[in-house]
């Protein structure tokens, strides 16, 4: 960790794209030791598909738009003030149901998770479909077991 704080105004951060949702970088694993947070800027239709984690936690806030948040046997059409907090082991699952691009904040602990979507966009970036073997050994090596198919958009 760097030990040094940090202060980003609205829009600041950097990001990468996920085929249309961009993940914009709010604190990152290498500042910070007890959590990292995003800003998701999901495409219409975006969809994680339903897994769960065996020690991250996540706490969901929707800012802006609609999402569909999903944790154990509880299914909510969120709007903005909605939170959606996941301990580690119980399945979930965050999508963007509507025609329109809606955000949310994401904040996981322990930091470092974000990670995973630095390297999700690199194996996004690739054309043609995505490499389901790759994002498969990507989501084991991140503590991320798929429950549910994922959909090529």
């Known amino acids: 960790m760097s030990g040094h704080h940090v202060l980003l105004a609205a829009g600041e951060g950097n990001s990468v794209s996920l085929r249309g949702t961009e ?16 800003e998701f800027a999901a495409a219409p ?22 999402f569909q948040l999903s944790a154990g046997d509880q299914v909510r059409r969120a709007q903005p003030g909605s939170v959606m907090f996941v301990p580690p082991g119980v399945p979930h699952c965050f999508s963007n149901p509507t025609d329109a691009p809606a955000r949310l904040l994401l904040v996981m602990s322990p930091s470092g998770f974000d990670r995973y979507f630095t390297e999700l966009a690199e194996i996004l970036a690739c054309s043609g479909p995505p490499d389901s073997e790759a994002i498969a050994a990507l989501r084991r090596k991140y503590d991320t077991e798929q429950l549910s198919s994922l959909l090529a958009r």
Request: charged share 25%; aromatic share 14%; glycine share 16%.
């Open 23 to 38: 993940v914009i970088f709010k604190v990152r694993g290498d500042q910070a030791d007890g959590a990292s947070c995003l």
């Open 45 to 66: 239709g975006f969809d994680t598909g339903f897994h769960v984690h065996g020690k991250l936690e996540e706490t969901f806030y929707v800012l802006e738009g609609e």
